[in-house]
């Protein structure tokens, strides 16, 4: 039926079916009724599962699915729900396409309209089969528990085993089978409903390769499955006997001890069941009798009742050991809960007041709140109070907009701990389309979070590099000086090797570094640029090898650093002369072993980095000053690179002054048919201690300040008496050592090598020295 047929037939509008699509398109078994209970909708996936049709669903007819045995019981407390107003629960075998029974839980949720009268009545069936043979598990454990503690025989114990395993099918018989002393035989101890004449007729039952499923399972020591005894090549000393008696598969568990020591088996078998009031007697199989082949859920099952078998074995055998054995159940028990209460979505809903109406379970297991915590209003503590702060505006617009949107924020566990949340919000609205809830689904995303961490950090690197704007997008200029720089970048670019790049400020360092990763085979990859004189000394190795949780106060997170967020990049390191000591200890083993250690950790981390290094210092008088190290700098100067001044590149300038007012007047929405020509002249009759810093400043200014077509500048802004740097910056201790050797070497000139006495090296440069 197609969905406009839907819409006809229901009385539905567009909106709605539009609702009922997407319905149609989760996997869960979803269904909406009247308010007399009656349904009047089944999603596709319902319809899928039980084979049943929409006509004969509708209304009342959804009862033919549900198992008969049940059906008066789901009756009852659905008119108690429907009477009562509240959301409720019911636990039902449901039928399949295929006439195969399985347990599902029905949750039921009303919804009003604005007088508080119910609407309509929307529903969700979930697959509990696993659940209930666990749940089942479970009770078996404790039940033998206390059989164990009290006392109990252990053929009684397994006999109630066997009990609990019969009653999750109509068709199984389960049995318990020890072993002899002697190891070679089998002795069955439990399972009533199996016929007596087939256990009389194989007891004791002999163990070996293909001696039915039990033996076999014994001599192999795993599980042994028999879908169908009439074909099945282990059955062929048994096969007329066991198919008289009603059998036709049989799946046998051996039971192993810690040890390894063979204790038994746990056999379940497929077939007719017989009552004590049934005769006994062989009987020729009906066409009724088929094979079966275990689904997950028996084999679950057997290995479950069969690890039950074994610990009621041993506590028999070993009643000193039952206080370990009840640590373990208890364990195993938590496990089993865990695996049944685990839901992998947070779900809340939401008031269009704000206030939350309704949470579930996995949201009170995941912040270890109760129901009344989480609608007062201390709920939101448990959110990151950044997240909340950065999210208020943004939430509060999306919901006044009334349409679907999703954010990421952080949310405090039980535990104490912050983890990443993927926040779908979705509105319910009512038939006049209006929002009268929102229902918002928590995904934990925090270890996507943390495995797109070098994302983050490139990212991060990426908005550095946009919020201190480069001096201009393109190298402008044809100097014969800038062509040798130019030359040097086109043949070192495509290699791995270091490159050091050496110039005043603002001459454009950063810009030579960018063109040589983009003309390497790096390109594709990221560009790491890092300014290690604006990063303070106690943060350096931070920034650039990252650290671990808790390494320093303020480590609340591991953090990768700038070298892991560039592997397979290239990073460029500006200001290098600038690094601390320690700091250069840790750079110059990974230029040589391409490794380093995150702060508070030992483990070494591998990465593929190519390093450019710029700095305006003289490192050369750093090294001999003993600032800077000398095996780094030789590991730094593998290719050297001199950015010529401004100064030296006088042809250059016209270019550039064209270039920059064309890039400035379009900022500020202006137009230059030309330049002054005595603005030109000053241009590069100036000596620009600033370089091409200093020349995009000052034109930048200009743009600003002329009105009219021409541009033009204030010869005031140009001194002439300017002092034009007389070298790379170098520290001032370097300056003094270079100068006391200086000295040194010229009394020693004048003294022929003597150090001592009156016409000494010492004496002439007033310091006094014994005689040799």
Known sequence: MSYIDLTARLGMNIPEVKYRVRIDAITTMAWCSLPDGSVEFFNQRWHDYTGVSFEEARGWGWKTVVHPDDLETVMDKWRALLASGQPGEIEARLRRFDGEYRWFLARAERVRDNLGEIVNWYGADTDIEDRKRAEALLVAEKRTLEMIAGGAPLADILESLCDTI????????????????????????????????????????????????????????????????????LWADYRELALAHGLRAAWSQPLLSKDHEMLGTFAMYYGEPRTPSESDEPRTPSESDEPRTPSESDLQLIEGAGHVAVIAIEGERARAALAKAVEEIKKSESQFRTIIDAIPQLIIAIGTDGKFLYTNRAVLEYTGMTKEEVMSESFGEVFHPEDTERLRDERDAAISRGVPFEYERRMRGKDGQYRWLL???????????NVIRWYATGTDIDDRKQAEERTRQENFALREEIDHSSMFEEIVGSSPALRKVLAQVAKVAPTDSTVLISGETGTGKELIARAIHK????????????????????????????????????????????????????????????????????????????????????????????????????????????????????????????????????DDIALLVEYLIDRYAKKASKKFRAISKKTLELFQAYDWPGNVREL?????????????????????????????????????????????????????AKSNGRIAGPSGAAAKLGNSAPDA
């Open 166 to 233: 019969d009653a999750q099918s109509p068709k199984i018989i389960s049995t318990a089978n020890l072993m002899d002393p002697d190891g070679k035989r089998l002795w069955n101890v439990a399972g009533h409903r199996i016929p007596r004449g087939w256990i009389e007729a194989i007891t004791p039952l002999m163990i070996g390769a293909n001696v039915g499923s039990c033996g076999t399972a014994v001599a192999l020591k795993q599980r042994v499955v028999v879908s169908d005894i009439a074909t099945d090549p």
């Open 423 to 433: 926040v779908h919000y979705r509105p319910l609205r009512d038939e006049a389309g």
């Open 519 to 650: 003309r390497s085979n790096r390109s594709p990859r990221v560009f790491i640029p890092v300014n290690c004189a604006a990063i303070p000394h106690s943060l350096i190795a931070s920034e650039l090898f990252g650290h671990e949780k808790g390494a320093f106060t303020g480590a609340l997170r591991r953090r990768a650093g700038r070298f892991e967020a560039a592997d397979g990049g290239t990073i460029f390191l500006d200001e290098i002369g600038e690094l601390p000591m320690e700091t250069q200890m840790v750079l110059l083993r990974v230029l040589q072993e391409q490794e380093f250690e995150r702060i508070g950790s030992t483990e070494p981390l591998k990465v593929d980095v190519r390093v450019v290094a710029a700095t305006n210092r003289d490192l050369g008088r750093a090294v001999e000053a003993g600032t800077f190290r000398q095996d780094l700098f030789y590991r730094l100067n593998v290719f050297p690179i001199v950015v010529p001044p401004l100064r030296e590149r006088v």
């Open 696 to 748: 995009q400043n000052v034109i930048e200014r200009a743009v600003v300040l002329c009105d009219g077509e021409t541009f033009s500048i204030d010869e005031t802004w140009l001194k002439r008496t300017s002092h034009r740097p007389l070298g790379p910056e170098v520290p001032f201790i370097a300056t003094v050592v270079a100068h006391e050797k200086e000295l040194i070497e010229t009394a020693l």
